[in-house]
């Protein structure tokens, strides 16, 4: 009974591992702090404002881009050169999308 605990044990701390390395912004990071900070700057910039409703708006998308961000993504992005790719964009869509909808209580059009 004890190795089987054991082994239950041992099984989720890997699944926790490979998890941590699959979404590597997921969890609290200084990597993370930087993709997040990096990204609300460029949102305000984008949008044109740096009213704090906009921060926190654009700190709203920056967070759920970087939740679920993998590691193949990133390696994407690396090798290709290219800081936005197709799947960077449609995290960010769902991402705009969710948020706009939490803040205004409406649909994103």
């Known amino acids: 009974m004890k190795r089987l605990a054991l082994c239950i044990s ?3 701390i890997r699944a926790g591992d ?7 912004y997921r969890e609290p ?3 993370r702090t930087v993709f997040i ?9 984008d949008e044109g404002s740096t009213s704090e409703v906009m921060h926190v708006y654009c ?6 881009v970087a939740t679920f961000i993998t590691q ?17 964009l449609e995290l960010a869509d769902k991402a705009e999308r969710q948020c706009y909808k939490i803040m205004t209580g409406k649909d994103l059009n």
Do not use: F, N, Q
């Not at 490979?18 to 590597?24: C, F, G, R, T, V």
């Not at 900070?37 to 910039?45: F, P």
């Not at 700190?59 to 759920?64: I, M, P, S």
């Not at 193949?72 to 960077?88: C, Q, S």
């Open 37 to 45: 900070d990096s990204a609300v700057r460029k949102c305000l910039r």
């Open 10 to 12: 041992a099984i989720a």
């Open 18 to 24: 490979a998890l941590a390395e699959e979404y590597p």
């Open 72 to 88: 193949r993504d990133l390696d994407e992005m690396m090798a290709g050169g290219l800081h936005v790719t197709p799947r960077y």
């Open 59 to 64: 700190e709203c998308k920056a967070t759920g």
């Open 29 to 31: 990071s200084y990597y």
